[in-house]
């Protein structure tokens, strides 16, 4: 059941007991709260972490309401789209976080409902990675392109920094929720074959996957498209028709 109106990110501030699916709370004991070894670590590597959780907003940005801590199972990646954005920008992202060049930013509380990925939006934690990426790494053709651009003009893969924050933001995730999937927004709608791309594929969704023993790219639900060989997919599994990629 969603609940909606202005209490509902306050509800994320209070602790919910009980609701790992093994029955217990899940265990975290690594020296502080998990958002303070988040700041921390992310700070180790030269990132600010901003909290803009109870900020207003309307629009886009908004939530349309919370869901259950234990319905939160997977953590889904994003690419922009943008070869940059400012930092309030930010505000009009439907996502739970989002990743600068060393900033990242937590936009609303795990349990906010965001419309970010179709039939995923029940289930998923969406995280946005500034960037313009291509689906996969160095192919051109598979650059999401508006009329009139250039594939490698417009090109900007999410840098190595990046890439390890949005890593600690997923062990951050793993730690707050009963997380079972990385997944990505390809697996939610047909129309995002390239969301998020190769590089963030390998380089954040399946070594988060790994270093947690969740599900790796799926479930695929909706109109979504399974993960592909190239970004860590099963073998054989085709990026599009025009580009295997494998």
Known sequence: MLISGPWYWLLDQIRTLGQHPAGGVVPFDHGGE????????LAAIGFDLLDWRERPRTGRGAAIGTRPLKKCTAVLWHQTATRSMGLEQSLGVPSHAIVHERTVILL??????MQHAGAANSFSIGVEI????????????????????????????????QLAAARLLGDYYEAEAPI????????????RVSDPGSRIAW???LRV?????????????????ATPTAWGGALGEPYNWRARGY
Not at 34 to 41: A, D, G, K, V, Y
Not at 131 to 160: F, L, N, Q
Not at 180 to 191: F, G
Not at 209 to 225: F, N, R, Y
């Open 130 to 161: 500034v960037c313009r990426a291509a689906g996969i790494e160095g192919d051109m053709r598979t650059v999401w392109t508006r009329e009139g651009e250039r594939a490698r003009d417009v090109v900007r893969e999410a840098t190595d920094g």
């Open 34 to 41: 998990p958002i303070e070894i988040l700041r921390r670590e």
């Open 209 to 225: 996957a790994e270093a947690h023993g969740l599900q790796h790219g799926g479930p695929v639900v909706g109109s979504g498209k």
């Open 108 to 113: 609303h509380p795990i349990r906010a409902y």
């Open 180 to 191: 079972v999937a990385s997944m990505y927004h390809r697996n939610s709608e047909e129309s």
């Open 203 to 205: 380089g954040v969704g």
